[in-house]
């Protein structure tokens, strides 16, 4: 006879083992949920440090400065920092010079709340302007010589500045055509000196003279950093307290002043129509879109391209690199006065690469360094 057992109590004991697993459950699915969740968050916040290490490393090579970065010595850094607006992250970094033409950007960005940090590094190359100047003096339309103006292709060192050696000397003028020169008081080019006088070039055309390496004129003045429209200019260097005024149109430098706050200043500047100069100084590459009238004492170092006609009377102008006047509508280039055109390697290299812009490199240009 078979006994039966006492199995009151049962379901309480399986309802507490139910209750137990199911607790437990909920409670993995909280612990995970939560887990996914700072996941998330930690995610997002790295998201934000990369971001703003990557636009501060970024920012610094589009907005280069070519006053600051492009004078350091070699090993030397430089800090820097900023803000995201986008993401509320922030960045502070270093640019440190390499060698003469290599620079490391290194960034280091952080999120919103600084609790996640990402750190990129970046090599970045100045890219110089390839311009080859032929002759103290280039043109390819009439040419007009008289008072006591100077015509100089044998390279000189602008005084004060430190340069290297002298290059090979280039011709005092190179022409389409010599029988377009015309002289008043320069009888037999005696105003013209240079290996040779004058270089007759009938190769010379609108490309030859308005594109430099891989850069035509249209990049060209897209690389201006200083952009005036038509008018009369007196161009002179401007502080703002004790530093050098980047801002003000009128200041390209100061050539006279090597030294001074804006002795390391080359400009890119664009004229987008006719100009007149009536002084001072100034320094980098000066292009013209129209005629360039020089009527008082300017003098200028670095390359001069004008797209129209050049003119200097009275006191005229000193133009220290080299001076290429070309145009299909070219009428004349008339040097009168007391003008001086001389060929300087000096002043050429100084200007293109003092403007000189920073570039990262086409290929593994950046790695995280995290």
Known sequence: MHSVRNERGIALAVAIFALVVIGALVAGSFFFGMQEQRVGRNSIRLQQAFAAAEEGATLKVAGWNTVVYNNMAIGDTLPFSGTVAANGGWYRGSVRRLN???????????????????????????RPLEISVKAALETQGELKLGGSSDIDGHDTHPAGWACGAYAAD??????????????????????????????????????????????????????????????TYKAEPSLTGTQCNLTDPKNWGSPLSPA????????????????????????????????????????????????GALSTAGTGGHFNGGVIAANVDLDQSSVLGDAIVSFSSCAIARAVNGAASGAKLKERSWVNLN
Not at 265 to 275: K, L, N, Q
């Open 260 to 307: 001074g706050p804006c002795g390391n200043y080359f400009p890119v500047v664009y004229a987008t129509g006719d100009i007149t100069v009536n002084g001072v100084q100034g320094q980098g590459i000066l292009l013209v879109d129209g005629n360039l009238s020089v009527q008082g004492g300017f003098e200028f170092y670095g390359p001069v391209i004008v797209r």
């Open 170 to 231: 280039r011709a005092g003028v190179r022409i389409k055509d010599s029988t377009l020169i015309s002289t008043a008081g320069c009888s037999g080019f005696s105003c013209v000196d240079g290996v040779p006088k004058i270089d007759q070039d009938p190769t010379i055309d609108d490309s030859t003279l308005t594109t430099f390496g891989d850069v035509p004129w249209v990049d060209l003045i897209g690389l201006a950093n200083k952009v005036i429209g038509p008018g």
């Open 100 to 126: 003469n033409a290599l620079y490391l950007v290194r960034s280091e960005g952080f999120s919103r709340d600084s609790t996640s940090r990402q750190q990129v590094g970046m090599l970045v190359r100045l």
